[in-house]
Nanobody, 124 residues
């Protein structure tokens, strides 16, 4: 089992920044590819970004490319999501997820573990 706990969400003005963290425990963190997903009110959960086990490979949704950056610190068992130039449409609950594999993927059904989510609200 892997436990994932997100933090860092909150209320921010449009154009502002937030950094989300996801702390993992329970298994060797460096064995897992990680991802961030989000779910806005009334919408399905969607892919945001993913990072490979060593941090050398990343992928982003087009909607966040150039504004969001995923990174990880395997020594701290933590993955981060730096969100800049936030827009009201970024408002959602953000979830981190772990996948016990070498490859990255945008498919949420292929992730093995999920956190409880953290709310991000961007005011216009």
């Amino acid at each position: 089992q892997v436990q994932l706990v997100e933090s860092g969400g909150g209320l921010v003005q449009a154009g502002g920044s937030l950094r989300l963290s996801c702390a993992a425990s329970g298994r060797t963190f460096s064995n897992f590819a990680m991802g961030w997903f989000r779910q806005a009110p009334g919408k399905e959960r969607e892919f945001v970004t993913t990072i490979g086990r060593s941090g050398g490979i990343t992928g982003y949704a087009d909607s966040v490319k150039g504004r969001f950056t995923i990174s990880r610190d395997n020594a701290k068992n933590t993955v981060y999501l730096q969100m800049n130039t936030l827009k009201p449409e970024d408002t959602a609950v953000y979830y981190c997820a772990a996948r016990r594999t070498l490859t990255i993927t945008t498919r949420q059904d292929l992730y093995d573990y999920w956190g409880q989510g953290t709310q991000v609200t961007v005011a216009s």
